[in-house]
């Protein structure tokens, strides 16, 4: 099969990459993005699977639907996998798209074999059945008056009785990704530095970005939210820490693109110092670059460590990530699918990146 088998579908544009008779693996983007938000990694999933890639409706290639109701989405791709006649897919929703792909289970248990939710989850009684405290606090009519008169200790004892705690996610091996780099920009905006990235952002994006930072990150934040969304950012990093002592894989990862100064590829940096100040090593923040990600998705049998044998996908550092996890900004030589991209290479890249974004 070719690389891009393109179909329309139940008003989709639909994508396919690797071997029919293969394991189907459907992906599913996020907000305002495509099936292309997944291109980066295709060609490491379709050597082992069917990889069915959709534009939802008003998205991408796709044409505009009357509506955008979850559900129906779901719908619309239950009705794709029917008519290719697949059952038990692996089904992974980024952002948004985790809302479509739990429906789609929810919907049709019997297409959905497994669910991978990327930044993004179900609500909170799709999987566990809510405490008596939290649905009275919920549910009309009693709920919006006692929620005026709420106290700290109730919700706490509601959310202690949903949340799952960390022993729980790594006995059952669920891997989590913070994101923290995405909670940076939100609690503390004032940190936020131009340090000269943006230039390899579109010119449109990059004002958006500086507008959005300026008129709705920061607009109104009094001191007191201020210092409240410092401490929460503080709070983050300590659960990432507790997850980790608790033995739960931690998976390094951005959401880049989605919130502002976010810049992909240069942002998985920010994530990696980040994870250290959380009390993470710097070996097991490598780790969560790089064999966690495989793990997850099954393909550390050829990616996510360097041995013989496996893909030649690494970077050649000019100093030791392991003495100073910012180091891994220091890059000599990139090898990616067996090419070698020498350090003049990448800066012809980065250059026409920059004229491309600023066009």
């Known amino acids: ?29 996020g ?12 060609p490491a999933l379709a050597g082992h699977h069917h990889v069915i890639r959709v534009d939802l409706p008003g998205c991408g290639q796709s044409p505009p639907a009357p509506s955008y109701d979850v559900p129906a989405q ?26 479509v792909a739990t ?5 049709r248990p019997d297409l959905v074999g497994s669910l991978a939710l990327i930044s993004s989850g179900p609500s909170l009684d799709a999987l566990l059945r809510q405490p008596f405290t939290l649905r009275v606090l919920l549910a009309p009519p009693l709920g919006p008056l006692l929620w005026s008169r709420r106290s700290d200790a109730m919700i706490r004892k509601g959310i202690r009785a949903t949340v799952v705690r960390p022993a729980t996610l790594a006995r059952n091996r669920t891997r989590v990704v913070p994101t923290l780099t995405v909670y940076q920009v939100l609690d503390r905006p004032d940190e936020v530095l131009d340090d000269g990235r943006l230039k390899y952002v579109p010119a449109a994006v990059a004002e958006g970005w500086r507008w959005a930072l300026a008129n709705i990150i920061k607009a109104g934040r009094t001191p007191e939210v201020t210092a409240q969304r410092y401490a929460l950012f503080e709070r983050r990093k300590a659960f990432v820490n507790e997850l980790e002592e ?11 693109g989605d919130v502002p100064f976010v810049v992909p590829g240069f942002s998985l940096h920010d994530e990696l110092v980040n994870l250290v100040r959380s009390g993470l090593s710097p070996l097991r923040a490598l780790r969560a670059a790089t064999l966690e990600p495989a793990r997850l998705l099954g393909l550390d049998d050829s990616i996510g460590t ?30 990616t ?23």
């Not at 690389?3 to 189907?24: C, K, L």
């Not at 907000?31 to 295709?42: L, Q, T």
């Not at 779901?74 to 809302?99: F, I, T």
Request: aromatic residues 2%; negative net charge; proline residues 5%.
């Open 337 to 359: 699918r067996g090419r070698v991209i020498s350090m003049e290479q990448r800066a012809r890249m980065l250059a026409e990146i920059e004229s491309a974004a600023a066009a």
């Open 31 to 42: 907000s305002g993005a495509s099936g292309g938000f997944w291109g980066p990694v295709v």
């Open 74 to 99: 779901a719908g619309q791709v239950a009705a794709l996998l029917d008519d290719l006649g697949l059952r038990h897919v692996a089904a992974a929703g980024h952002s948004s798209g985790g809302y």
């Open 246 to 256: 608790a033995g739960v894989p931690v998976v390094a990862g951005t959401d880049g």
């Open 1 to 29: 099969m070719s690389e891009y088998d393109i179909e329309h579908s139940h008003g989709m544009h639909v994508v396919h990459d690797g071997p029919r008779q293969a394991p189907p693996l459907l992906l599913i983007h």
């Open 306 to 335: 360097v041995a013989p044998g496996k893909a030649a996908d690494l970077v050649v550092l000019d100093a030791d990530p392991l003495a100073d996890i910012r180091n891994t900004t220091r890059i000599h030589t990139v090898v």
């Open 103 to 107: 429906a789609l289970a929810e919907q």
